[in-house]
T-cell receptor, first 113, second 113 residues
Framework: DAGITQSPRYKITETGRQVTLMCHQT?????MFWYRQDLGHGLRLIYY???????DKGEVPDGYVVSRSKTENFPLTLESATRSQTSVYFC????????????FGPGTRLTVL | GNSVTQMEGPVTLSEEAFLTINCTYT??????LFWYVQYPGEGLQLLLK?????DKGSNKGFEATYRKETTSFHLEKGSVQVSDSAVYFC????????????FGQGTELSVKP
């Protein structure tokens, strides 16, 4: 299906475990983004990527790792999950920086016990 | 730094009431401004946007005007419906900062029949 998808949609894990959240888009958009959504904070940028093999930190990157070997995929890895990383994670993509619309995936709800 | 401030919610209105959600921003230069909407259990979707001063974005009866003199982008709708119940996010982005979105904290709107 065309669009932007995220998997899994729900994930429960334990403190200290590694977790990878997947994001896939079918538009060949150059830009991809990872945000986390927490009550009282709105959405905050974790990492973003301007193209394959080009990534940069956002506002809250600590504890997260990203890679982008292919234009369409942008996985987010929590190397050693902590309870403070319990959140809803959204992936987004856009064709251009700045004025272009960002299209969001449906989100992954992650709970760290 | 860049930031966005929205009026706090929740906002509760009766059907057909007039809606205003205030949004002000702090940014150097000329950011693009966006309103995104999040329906329960879903990702964010673009509602409207404006890319330069005095532009008016509009969609589905919602409007917002980019006011550089007051650094504001208030969202308005003349007559709300129950189906407008959602969380509304104001956001800005700048081309020379990778197009990443900076969000306000979100305003929950509940419309009662």
């Amino acid at each position: 299906d065309a669009g932007i998808t995220q998997s899994p949609r729900y994930k429960i894990t334990e403190t200290g475990r590694q977790v990878t959240l997947m994001c896939h888009q079918t538009w060949s958009h150059s830009y991809m983004f990872w945000y986390r959504q927490d009550l009282g904070h709105g959405l905050r940028l974790i990492y973003y990527s301007a193209a394959a093999d080009i990534t940069d930190k956002g506002e809250v990157p600590d504890g997260y790792v990203v890679s982008r070997s292919k234009t369409e995929n942008f996985p987010l890895t929590l190397e050693s999950a902590t309870r403070s990383q319990t959140s809803v994670y959204f992936c987004a993509s856009s064709g251009l920086a700045g004025t272009d619309t960002q299209y969001f995936g449906p989100g992954t709800r992650l709970t760290v016990l | 730094g860049n930031s966005v401030t929205q009026m706090e919610g929740p906002v509760t209105l009766s059907e057909e009431a007039f809606l205003t959600i205030n949004c002000t921003y702090t940014a150097t230069g000329y950011p693009s401004l966006f309103w995104y909407v999040q329906y329960p259990g879903e990702g964010l979707q673009l509602l409207l946007k404006a890319t330069k001063a005095d532009d008016k974005g509009s969609n589905k009866g919602f409007e917002a005007t980019y006011r550089k003199e007051t650094t504001s982008f208030h969202l308005e709708k003349g007559s709300v419906q129950v189906s407008d119940s959602a969380v509304y996010f104001c956001a800005l982005s700048r081309y020379n900062q990778g197009g990443k979105l900076i969000f306000g904290q979100g305003t929950e709107l509940s419309v009662k029949p």
